[in-house]
């Protein structure tokens, strides 16, 4: 039988969020730098009440929608699905040699090294940025926009894959390379099939992501419906803005359900 508690131990009563005084010394040190960066940023309460009430005005111009130029919006909705299926397909299939000359388990240190350093550099930099430089080499349309949304899907797929690869168990491995296959058929027999259900979920995920960014990086000229939204908005057509982003939103969803339905029959 336990010994009864005595009074001490019984008024102790654990803390759920204990911090330690060096955590809060940080919080404190947190706190005070936001202040300095807000008023370093010119940040006041009367030009944020300001910015409340234009904010309302601009969305008052926006309703009702107008769903009008309704070529230039289905052009626009066809050219971005085209971008992110696209976009999709190559990256993945280039982020997939790439992962697996980046898996350190399979390949030595003096070529997984500068893999990752590719992939490290294709993940470094927003869609938006990179389409810029795109548009800069190949010109302004949906072409640089399938270019930057690639090199995103090799720096996101590539990574998650490698890593996915790397925690695979080597005995399959092992085994096949015990009948005496060659290097194609220890990763078609012994690393594929271990890592194909978490590439599906890789890939749903990426061609969600590229959907949403192809509506994004049109905006500065890299085709899509972001074009559509950003001429319109330079006509002050902002009903026809609002319509736009409708039409986004609806997109992103069917993306997601798509997305969904993916995982559900690969069972993800």
């Known amino acids: ?7 001490a131990d019984a008024a102790v009563v654990p803390t759920p969020f204990k911090t330690s005084t060096g955590f809060k010394l940080a919080m404190l040190a947190l706190v005070v730098y936001a202040v300095y960066a807000m008023g370093q940023l010119g940040f006041s309460w009367g030009r944020f009440v300001t ?3 234009n904010g309302a005005v601009f969305l008052g111009r926006m309703f009702p929608p107008r769903f009008t130029h309704m070529d230039q919006l289905e052009r626009g909705i066809i050219e971005s699905l085209e971008m992110a299926v696209l976009s999709t397909f190559f990256g993945v299939l280039l982020a997939l040699p790439i992962a697996i000359l980046g898996a350190r388990n399979l390949m030595p240190v003096w070529v997984t090294w500068p893999v990752r ?4 550099l294709c993940r470094a930099f ?3 940025i990179v389409g ?4 800069k080499a190949v010109g302004f349309g949906a072409l640089a926009g399938i270019l930057a949304l690639m090199v995103s899907a090799i720096g996101f ?8 690869i790397e925690e695979i168990s080597m005995k399959q491995i092992e085994a096949v390379r015990a009948t005496g296959a060659g290097f194609m058929s220890v990763v078609a027999y012994g690393v594929i099939p271990q890592v194909f259900s978490r590439l599906v979920g890789f890939c749903s995920y990426q061609f969600d992501a590229n959907l949403r960014n192809s ?3 049109g905006i500065v000229g890299a085709g899509g419906v972001g074009s559509t939204l950003f001429n319109a908005y330079q006509r002050f057509e902002y009903d026809f803005v ?3 982003l409708i039409s986004i939103i609806l997109i992103v969803l069917a993306g997601e359900m798509l997305s969904i339905l993916v995982k559900r029959i690969f069972d993800v």
């Open 126 to 128: 927003n869609p938006v």
């Open 215 to 217: 509506t994004m990086i």
């Open 242 to 244: 609002l319509a736009i």
């Open 51 to 53: 910015g409340l009430d």
């Open 1 to 7: 039988m336990n010994a009864p508690q005595s009074a």
């Open 132 to 135: 810029i430089i795109f548009i």
């Open 117 to 120: 350093i590719v992939v490290t």
């Open 157 to 164: 797929v590539g990574k998650l894959f490698m890593e996915a």
